[in-house]
Nanobody, 123 residues
Framework: VQLQASGGGLVQPGGSLRLSCAGS????????IAWFRQAPGEEREGVSCISGRDGSTVYADSVKDRFTISRDNAKNTVYLQMNSLRPEDTAVYYC?????????????????WGQGTQVTVSS
């Protein structure tokens, strides 16, 4: 299982970014894919996850109604659309994969990780 995260950058407060997580070496419909983030000096926290099988989703309260996770099984890719970005969303964002169908954004449930992509929200 290999994951490649991309799409980070610098954006002003209130702006938007779309992150992509491209997977290889596995079939997306047998996995749950999640996004995590880690700010300097903070623990890595779960942001959102999606079932590759049926598209069911989970969001952390801090991003609910602002972020949207989606998938394209044909491309083996998961996206995170981030709107109404705030300075506190600044972090390195990671995607991760867990085999199976249980929706979770608990770090220890994920065994495969991509490299991070930096998101900076600042004016």
């Amino acid at each position: 299982v290999q994951l490649q995260a991309s799409g980070g950058g610098l954006v002003q407060p209130g702006g938007s970014l779309r992150l992509s997580c491209a997977g290889s070496g596995f079939t997306l419909d047998r996995y749950v894919i999640a996004w995590f983030r880690q700010a300097p000096g903070e623990e890595r926290e779960g942001v959102s996850c999606i079932s590759g099988r049926d598209g069911s989703t989970v969001y952390a309260d801090s991003v609910k109604d602002r972020f949207t996770i989606s998938r394209d099984n044909a491309k083996n890719t998961v996206y995170l659309q981030m709107n109404s970005l705030r300075p506190e969303d600044t972090a390195v964002y990671y995607c991760a994969a867990a085999y199976g169908a249980v929706l979770t954004i608990v770090r220890r449930d994920f065994g495969s990780w991509g490299q991070g992509t930096q998101v900076t929200v600042s004016s």
